[in-house]
C-alpha cells in the first residue's frame, strides 16, 4: 500500500469520529437544535471524506458523481442514487474519482443515529421492533437498490421537520428500509436466525471456534461429531444458520481476516495467506478472486483510495 512517492500513508486504520469534531461550519446540525436523528449534507472534496468510523448508525445516499465505496473489507462502486446503511464502528469512506473542476456542492446525504434509544423503545413499542433485523444487518453494511427516488424524498423529509415530527418522518423511512428486499450485505457472512437459545449457543461456539483458530484444519465432520450430530443434520443446521455451507462460510471469514491485514498492515501476502489458513497461495489466490473479484495485490493497490491516494 504506497503512495504515488512511495511512502506507506500512516493512517492505516481507521479514524474515530467523535462529537467535537462534527462542527457546523461542515455542515453538521448543532446538537442544540436536533434529538437523536442527525442530518448531514456535504459536498465533495471535503475533510468528512476520509476513511473512519464513529458509534453512530449512518445512513448514506449519494446525489452526484462516481467512484469507489469503502465499507468495512468490501470495495464496490458508487454512483448518484447508491443508498448505504453502516452500523455502529464500522469502517467506510466514498472516493469520487470523476470530480469536475471545482468539486460538487451536493454528494452526500446523511442520517445518523444511535442504538440505545432504538432498542430501548422497541421494549415498549412492538411496532419498534421491526427495524431490529435490519439494524442486526447494518453491522455488516447494507446497500439498497431501486429506492433512489424514494429514498431522496425520505431524507428531505426528515430533515425539514423537527422534534416529533423529524422522529415519526425518520421512523417511516426505516420502516421503508425494514420491508426492502431488494439488498445486499456488504462485509461477512451474516446469521440468519435459529430456533431456540441452545441452538444460538451452539452456533456461536462454532463461529467462535472457526474465527480465533483460523490456521485449525477444523473439518465439518469434526464439529458434527462434537455437536452429537451427523454430517447431513451437521450441514443442514448451519446452513440455516448462516446461510452458507461450512467450506463457504469458512472460506469467507478467511478471506475477510486477510482484508483486515491487507488493509491494516504491510505484511507479505504469502505470509497472510498461510496465516488465514490457506495450505499454498495459489489456492488463496483463487478464493480470494472468487469471493472480492480482485486478487490480494490488486485489493492492497486499491485499498490506497481510502485515503483519497491515486495510483
Known sequence: MRTAKGTVPRQLKPELEHDHSRSPALGYESPDEVGIIRCLAHGFPTPLARWHYHDEYELHLITATSG???VGDWIGQFQPGHLVLTGPRLPHNWVTMDLPEGGVAERDLVI?????PIEEASRHIPEMREVLLLLERAKHGIEFFDIYPKALQHWRSVKAAQGLAR???????LSE????KDYRLLSNAQLQGVDNDAQLDQINAILSRITD???????????ARELGM?????????????????????????????????????????????????????????????????TPREYRRQVANRFGIKK
Open 177 to 180: 428500509l425494514a420491508q426492502c
Open 68 to 70: 469507489k465505496a469503502f
Open 230 to 294: 451427523n454430517d447431513s443434520r451437521f450441514s443442514r443446521f448451519f446452513r440455516r444458520a448462516t446461510g452458507n455451507t461450512f467450506t463457504d462460510f469458512v472460506n469467507h471469514v478467511r478471506i475477510n481476516r486477510a482484508c483486515q491485514w491487507l488493509m491494516e498492515s504491510d505484511r507479505p501476502i504469502t505470509n497472510i495467506g498461510f496465516d488465514v489458513g490457506f495450505n499454498n497461495i495459489a489456492n488463496f489466490n483463487r478464493r480470494f478472486l472468487d469471493i472480492k473479484g480482485m
Open 167 to 173: 422522529f415519526g418522518a425518520f421512523c417511516t423511512f
Open 213 to 223: 483458530n483460523l490456521s485449525e484444519n477444523v473439518s465439518a465432520s469434526d464439529l
Open 112 to 116: 445518523q443515529f444511535p442504538h440505545s
